[in-house]
């Protein structure tokens, strides 16, 4: 096969949608780095200014300007993988780099390497492997996204139609865009990705607002530690979520979509890519996806490595090809999303969630919570536990259930010393403080948060404040660098938890909630406003080992 030469990869994608990241993909996949003389080529064909071209670029963890640099293998370093050897395993391999938690920490220690996703313990062990596929529900547990997701073949068309897949969106264009926004709101169904924003809300919001093209943008990104639902979904039940985007787009009158994926899942890549194939090729999407004449169209469009474009402002500014700064709201993306016109930014799971509310209805979807809570919640489980992976459960379900019943407990002869919340983004919680439920309600009100669904567990032989300080470096590095509470106060947090800063403890103390409640009040995003709740937390569960830690330092 002829490589292909700068003007063939700028033909093949100048006139596509949302065209700079796969651009500067081929380039990089091709010649193994990305060139200055590429990023000039890239720059005039596109009319992006070079100084421009190049900020964005660099600040993606996974473009390389280094020649040979897409061949380097990149370790997880993460906050589970370093509790497991990543650092040895790091040493082990030759010219090897460190990369930030890639979602993999059901199946620790992941090393991407080119286009290859391998995982294992040791350099001798390392195997490619598809994603874990979720353990089976206790008995009397009803399931909703994970409903059919174990059936052989059910990745595929065929086999999604084998179970009842496009039935619900086929009934759905038999009616009235109305009637599905009215469903989806009735459902309680609420932001699965963090956010937890009525889905029906920004359905609607979308559909009444003035501007066209209208757009739904899948949010894959996924990048939050300890969070790896996504992936499991995309990779067995694809056609679920173009499903719960094709109804997105019928009840909004969007005509077209994206699926943002991080860069860390190849793998989903290529299963996403044969999905649309078989759905285009069926009509599901296309010129007249929604009837003659009445279209929708959808791709996937692969980031490059950056936490920050998890929030969806980020990813909009990521997917039309400028850097990935988050963006001021007001005014929010139901009114100026994609190209400044009407765009619904939802989650993986909350699309999955909508082909099985217009099958089963949205009394059913409500009536799957306890008590007052409405539907269920994958929780993604890591770290210091018998069976980690990821546990459909209703939402308002106890936590000490999953983790004892459900998740087999700590390994023998240990105790559960605490866990994160939101991934990394809630903090901590220990003590009594495990007795919540899971729910947004509950765990507010321990000053911490669900967000996204992953908890990472450490048992009573882990240092709470060395964990606090992978946690803070990490948002350290992630910190897009618009703000400055958010860029210097993640990294003097991080020295803090090194053992830099004040060597008398009720003046660390000081100087940690100050920074903290800086950061929280007056950071342009979530990553800012978040980050403090690991040391707040740290603070109020091990006030003792915080103390020894402030007198070794001094």
């Given at each position: 096969m002829n490589t292909p030469s700068d003007a063939d990869l700028i033909a093949q994608w100048r006139d596509e949608s949302a065209p700079l990241l796969p651009l500067l993909h081929a380039f990089h996949e091709r010649d193994g780095?990305?060139?200055?003389?590429?990023?000039?080529?890239?720059?005039?064909?596109?009319?992006?200014?070079?100084?421009?071209?190049?900020?964005?670029?660099?600040?993606?963890?996974?473009?390389?300007?280094?020649?040979?640099?897409?061949?380097?293998?990149?370790?997880?370093?993460?906050?589970?993988?370093?509790?497991?050897?990543?650092?040895?395993?790091?040493?082990?391999?030759?010219?090897?780099?460190?990369m930030p938690c890639p979602g993999r920490c059901d199946e620790p220690i992941p090393v991407l390497e080119r286009d290859e996703v391998r995982c294992g313990p040791t350099v001798a062990e390392l195997s490619r492997r598809p994603s874990p596929?979720?353990?089976?529900?206790?008995?009397?547990?009803?399931?909703?996204?994970?409903a059919h997701i174990r059936a052989p073949g059910r990745a595929t068309l065929a086999g999604y139609r084998e179970t009842g897949g496009y039935s619900g969106h086929a009934a759905a264009l038999e009616g009235r865009p109305e009637e599905v926004l009215e469903s989806i709101d009735a459902s309680g169904l609420a932001g699965r990705g963090?956010?937890?924003f009525p889905t029906g809300r920004k359905w609607r919001a979308v559909a009444e607002a003035a501007g066209e093209p209208k757009t739904i943008v899948c949010n894959a990104d996924e990048g939050e530690p300890g969070c790896f639902k996504d992936r499991a979904l995309m990779d067995y039940d694809p056609h679920a979520v173009i499903e719960g985007m094709l109804a997105a787009g019928f009840a909004t009158g969007a005509t077209r979509g994206f699926i943002y994926l991080r860069y860390e899942y190849p793998d989903t890549f290529h299963i996403l890519e044969r999905a649309l194939a078989e759905a285009r090729a069926e009509g599901l999407i296309g010129p007249d996806a929604f009837g003659p004449g009445r279209p929708f169209d959808l791709w996937v469009r692969r980031g490059a490595g950056a936490y920050i474009c998890g929030e969806e402002t980020s990813l909009l500014n990521s997917l039309e090809g400028k850097h990935p700064f988050p963006r001021n709201r007001p005014p929010f993306p139901v009114t100026h999303g994609y190209e400044n016109l009407p765009t619904v930014v939802n989650n993986v799971e909350t699309l999955a969630s909508v082909p099985h509310i217009l099958v089963?209805?949205?009394?059913?979807?409500?009536?799957?919570?306890?008590?007052?809570?409405?539907?269920?919640?994958?929780?993604?489980?890591?770290?210091?536990?018998?069976?980690p992976g990821n546990y459909e459960v209703p939402m308002g379900f106890?936590?000490?259930?999953?983790?004892?019943?459900?998740?087999?407990?700590?390994?023998?002869?240990?105790?559960?010393?605490?866990?994160?919340?939101?991934?990394?983004?809630?903090?901590?919680?220990?003590?009594?403080?495990?007795?919540?439920?899971?729910?947004?309600?509950?765990?507010?009100?321990k000053g911490s948060f669900l967000?996204?669904?992953?908890?990472?567990?450490?048992?009573?032989?882990?240092?709470?404040?060395?964990?606090?300080?992978?946690?803070?470096?990490?948002?350290?590095?992630?910190?897009?660098?618009?703000?400055?509470?958010?860029?210097?106060?993640?990294?003097?947090?991080?020295?803090?938890?090194?053992?830099e800063g004040p060597s008398e403890i009720g003046d660390w103390i000081d100087e940690v909630h100050d920074l903290g409640d800086t950061m929280m009040q007056t950071s342009a995003c979530g990553l800012g406003q978040a980050a403090p709740l690991i040391t707040e937390s740290l603070l109020r569960y091990f006030p003792d080992r915080v103390s020894r830690h402030v007198a070794a330092s001094g």
């Open positions: 780095h990305l060139s200055e003389e590429a990023l000039r080529t890239i720059s005039e064909d596109l009319r992006i200014p070079i100084a421009d071209l190049f900020g964005t670029v660099t600040f993606y963890h996974h473009f390389s300007r280094d020649p040979q640099g897409y061949a380097r293998p990149r370790v997880c370093t993460g906050p589970i993988c370093a509790l497991l050897g990543a650092d040895e395993l790091l040493a082990g391999m030759s010219n090897a780099k460190a596929l979720p353990s089976d529900p206790p008995p009397g547990i009803e399931e909703c996204v994970f963090g956010a937890g089963h209805g949205a009394e059913w979807y409500r009536d799957l919570g306890m008590g007052e809570q409405a539907g269920t919640k994958v929780i993604s489980l890591s770290g210091d536990i018998v069976r106890p936590l000490m259930t999953l983790l004892h019943e459900w998740a087999g407990g700590p390994p023998e002869g240990r105790r559960f010393q605490a866990v994160t919340m939101a991934g990394l983004s809630g903090g901590f919680l220990a003590g009594e403080d495990l007795d919540v439920t899971l729910d947004e309600p509950s765990i507010r009100s967000g996204a669904g992953g908890i990472m567990v450490f048992d009573d032989s882990r240092d709470m404040v060395r964990v606090a300080h992978s946690a803070m470096e990490f948002f350290a590095e992630e910190s897009c660098g618009k703000c400055f509470p958010c860029r210097i106060g993640t990294q003097r947090l991080t020295e803090r938890l090194h053992g």
